[in-house]
C-alpha cells in the first residue's frame, strides 16, 4: 500500500545545493528498498539521498537521506504535515575524538536544516529517528538543534524521534490566556 496525498499528486523533497558547509554533496538516488517495506516503494520524488565530503577525496564522510514523512512508515508515529521532512545523517567513517580531527558534523546538519526550511517555507519540522542505544547519533543531532519528543516502536526495534522546528513555528504563543477569545 502506498500512501499519497489526498487530491494532489505527493510533494517532493526540495533539492539541496552541491556545497553546504564546507561539504560537497553528490546526489546518489533514492532510498534503499529494504526502508520502504512494508509500505512498498515511495512514490517518486518523496525521497532524495546524497553523499556528503568534506573534500575532492573519495569515500564519502557521510550519506544523507531526506524523506517526506507522509510517505515513511514513522508517519505514524508523531503527528506529521504533508511538507514535513525526515533527515538522516550517517557518517560512514566513525568519528574521532575531537571534532577539530575530523569532519564537522554539527555544521552540516544546521546548514540541511536551514537550506531544506528555505527550500521549503511550508516545512513545519524536520524530524530523525535514532536508534534508543544510539547515543552518539542522538548527542550529534542534538548539538545540530535537534531535541528529543517521544519513543518510537517500529520494526527493527525502538527508535527516539526528534525534531527541529523554525522560528516560526516555536514562537506561536499556545498558552489559553494568549488565544483570542
Known amino acids: 500500500m502506498t500512501l499519497t496525498t489526498v487530491g494532489h499528486r505527493p510533494l517532493p523533497v526540495p533539492a539541496l545545493p552541491g556545497h553546504i558547509a564546507g561539504w560537497s554533496l553528490c546526489p546518489t538516488g533514492s532510498e534503499p528498498a529494504s526502508d ?3 509500505f512498498g516503494p515511495a512514490p517518486a520524488g518523496t525521497v532524495r539521498a546524497y553523499t556528503a565530503s568534506t573534500g575532492h577525496d573519495w569515500p564519502p564522510d557521510a550519506r544523507v537521506t531526506i524523506h517526506r514523512v507522509l510517505h515513511h512508515p514513522l508517519r505514524g508515529c508523531y503527528p506529521v504535515g504533508a511538507h514535513d521532512l525526515l533527515l538522516e545523517l550517517v557518517t560512514t567513517e566513525p568519528q574521532p575524538p575531537s571534532a577539530a580531527d575530523g569532519p564537522d558534523t554539527t555544521a552540516l546538519l544546521d546548514s540541511l536544516v536551514a537550506a531544506l526550511f528555505a527550500a521549503d517555507p511550508s516545512c513545519r519540522r524536520i524530524m530523525t529517528a535514532p536508534a534508543v542505544e544510539d547515543t552518539a547519533a ?25 525534531v527541529v522546528e523554525p522560528a516560526q513555528v516555536t514562537t506561536i504563543a499556545t498558552a489559553l490566556s494568549d488565544m483570542p477569545h
Open 36 to 38: 520502504a517495506a512494508p
Open 138 to 162: 542522538q548527542e550529534q543531532y542534538a548539538a545540530g538543534g535537534f531535541r528529543p519528543v517521544a519513543e518510537a516502536d517500529v520494526r527493527g526495534g525502538t527508535v527516539l524521534l526528534m
